[in-house]
């Protein structure tokens, strides 16, 4: 039997107009900050993520989609989007030019387990403002997120801010909680203790340890340059966005420093993180690149959409019927027209009577039909009638039009 696989959807219309509706308001933001769109690879090389995302991340560990492709080569379904664009800034020196500003659209994998909110492919809309080092540069991508929350009226969304340090300060607190969560290992959950040793940042965050230690747990001290660049940003975002320190924040993946954010709204049943980032300094050099600096986002567009409280315009509809087979091809001209004219058109069912294609005209829910049949044809006219209320009227084709458009 043809059977969807776990995790994967499809998505009709209501659905797909959503996220499309998500994708609007994204790019929308986007022009207005200068961003240019990145279009990625769906494969890599999978030594990408390792070296990129983290070799002891969640994600690398076991969520990938990787395999051995016909040559050989070990590739991986892209589990997020930064590997990608920090590759592809490697490979197109742009040196030259330095400062970029990429946004990019696109599916990404994870073997997750399913549940509201958390699928197997979904699609992220992904924000790089690459060779910015200044707090200005944390602060415009989070504003970035915030116009377009808000321009989907997506409410009560909670904005968390964080900073996980740099090379100079993080290994201390990497150090000060190993040494804090061994002395209580019996009391952490079973993937924490296995995390423990190689990602203790993590434990912070897990959804069972991670409220039993906010209190307890040793905080990050930040060098002199992380608190200021810290500091920074709060100041930059003051007033702009009401945001929330949380030291627990730590996110997932390997290659932040400095600020890490998060925005989490309360969605029925479903995950509350709608978008994450940070600030990501070492990335690129890491990958065999420039030093540069950068920070970005991701967010999920399917948990935005459900958090949205958008209104969809509906278009409205016009039925093209035939009720004669010698006014088909003058029907099928005015079903053309009309598309010609921007207007959203359906029709051509003409091997049906007349009975059929208005119960499909019905079906489609559209807003007015037009009838003609040999009588029109020979008068140049047609029949308008608003489906709504029923009214209808014969007029000239050219009066039909003209009434049409104005609608
Ligand atoms: P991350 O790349 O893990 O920082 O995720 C960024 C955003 O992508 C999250 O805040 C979610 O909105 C979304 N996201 C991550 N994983 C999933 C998933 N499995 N299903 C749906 N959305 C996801």
């Known amino acids: 039997m043809a059977k969807l696989l776990r995790g994967f959807r499809d998505l009709f219309e209501e659905e797909a107009q959503k996220l499309t509706t998500v994708e609007k308001a994204a790019r929308s933001v986007f022009k207005i900050y200068g961003a240019k769109e990145l279009r990625l690879p769906t494969l890599e090389l999978k030594e990408i993520f390792i070296k990129a995302t983290g070799q002891t991340t969640d994600i690398v560990q076991k969520e990938m989609y990787a395999f051995e492709d016909g040559g050989g080569r070990l590739v991986a379904m892209r589990p997020e989007g930064t590997p990608g664009v920090a590759r592809a800034y490697i490979e197109n020196n742009f040196q030259e030019n330095p400062l970029q500003k990429f946004f990019y659209i696109g599916n990404m994998f994870r073997a997750e387990r399913p549940q509201a909110g958390r699928y197997r492919e979904f699609e992220q809309i992904g924000l790089e403002y690459i060779g910015n080092a200044s707090p200005a540069a944390d602060a415009e991508v989070i504003l970035?997120?915030?116009?377009?929350?808000?321009?989907?009226?997506?409410?009560?969304?909670?904005?968390?801010?964080?900073?996980?340090?740099?090379?100079?300060?993080?290994?201390?607190?990497?150090?000060?909680?190993?040494?804090?969560?061994?002395?209580?290992?019996?009391?952490?959950?079973?993937?924490?203790?296995?995390?423990?040793?190689?990602?203790?940042?993590?434990?912070?965050?897990?959804?069972?340890?991670?409220?039993?230690?906010?209190?307890?747990?040793?905080?990050?001290?930040?060098?002199?340059?992380?608190?200021?660049?810290?500091?920074?940003?709060?100041?930059?975002?003051?007033?702009?966005?009401?945001?929330?320190?949380?030291?627990?924040?730590?996110?997932?993946?390997?290659?932040?420093?400095?600020?890490?954010?998060?925005?989490?709204?309360?969605?029925?049943?479903?995950?509350?993180?709608?978008?994450?980032g940070g600030r990501y300094d070492d990335l690129i050099a890491s990958m065999g690149g420039p030093k540069v600096p950068a920070v970005g986002w991701a967010l999920g567009a399917e948990r935005v959409a459900l958090a949205s409280s958008f209104e969809e315009q509906k278009s409205k509809t016009i039925f093209v019927v035939s009720v004669e087979e010698s006014a088909n091809n003058y029907a099928f001209n005015i079903l053309q027209t009309l598309r010609e004219k921007g207007l959203s058109a359906q029709g051509g069912l003409f091997d049906k009577n007349l009975k059929a294609q208005m119960k499909q005209a019905n079906k489609i829910n559209a807003s007015y039909a037009i009838i003609v049949g040999g009588n029109e044809v020979s008068k140049n006219t047609a029949v308008l009638k608003d489906l709504t209320s029923g009214e209808q009227k014969e007029l000239s084709l050219n009066d039909l039009l003209a009434n049409l458009e104005g609608k």
């Open 144 to 276: 970035m997120l915030k116009a377009i929350f808000d321009k989907l009226g997506v409410k009560n969304y909670k904005v968390k801010i964080n900073s996980i340090g740099c090379k100079e300060c993080r290994p201390k607190f990497r150090e000060d909680l190993i040494k804090f969560f061994t002395a209580q290992k019996d009391s952490l959950c079973e993937k924490c203790q296995t995390r423990l040793e190689v990602n203790p940042l993590r434990v912070l965050d897990c959804k069972i340890d991670g409220p039993k230690f906010t209190q307890s747990a040793p905080k990050q001290i930040l060098c002199p340059a992380c608190q200021k660049h810290f500091d920074e940003v709060k100041k930059y975002l003051d007033g702009k966005v009401p945001f929330e320190v949380d030291p627990c924040l730590v996110r997932g993946l390997d290659y932040y420093t400095k600020t890490v954010f998060e925005f989490q709204a309360d969605i029925a049943g479903a995950q509350n993180a709608l978008a994450a």
